[in-house]
């Protein structure tokens, strides 16, 4: 039986940057393009924001006095909490800093000045982005699908391959997320099925051992290099 749908609900945004003139721009271009935002002038207000709300996105400077942007992420890590996409800018060319950050798995690293139109492209990338997961954990299935769903994205999730191969040919998902479990000729046909509809779906192989967060961190990063 296939479970979900592919839902999608409003896009949490929160906006931290030490220069209120930032802050209050993109707040107000963000509220017109239809996503609900929120702001912190600084790390330490933007960590107690993300304990006490959920956000899909957080949008943060990389330099900040006190406790930068990097260590904010860090931080939430630490805490094994459920991290948002993380969208770093900063005004300086730090490549060893951006290097860490996307090896954190962050959405983006911009340079200042901001282009307001590059953010809207890569949160409504995120948002309109299409997961069709195919897992035989029903246990990791329902956690990736729950995560991906709360950061945004449209997902459905199927428990065999014959359910995949129905929703494959109704809708050009952008991700498929396939068991490597599963034998050779279903995913043969799977991949021949993509193949014969001229489909755009990207294919990830994944297992119960893989962890959901390096799951979407590999959606993450082909995002990244297709923006």
Known sequence: ?????????????????????????????????????????????????????????????????????????????????????????????????????????????LQKPIQIERVISILKQSKGTTVLICLKNEKQQNLLYNSLISKGFHALQTLNVDEALIQLRQINFNYLILDCDWTQSEHDIIRATIKSLSSNTVCFESNEDEEIHDIENRIFSHLREIS
Do not use: W
């Open 1 to 109: 039986m296939i479970q979900g749908t592919l839902m999608k609900k409003d896009i949490n945004i929160l906006i931290v940057d030490d220069h209120p003139a930032v802050r209050s721009t993109m707040v107000d271009v963000l509220k017109e393009e239809g996503f609900i935002t929120d702001k912190a002038e600084n790390g330490e207000s933007a960590l107690k924001k993300c304990t006490e709300n959920k956000y899909d996105f957080v949008l943060i400077d990389v330099q900040m006095p006190k406790i930068n942007g990097i260590e904010v992420l860090k931080t939430l890590k630490a805490q094994n909490k459920q991290i948002p996409n993380f969208i770093f800018f900063t005004a300086y060319s730090l490549p060893e800093i951006q290097n860490e950050a996307m090896k954190m798995g962050c959405l983006a690293f």
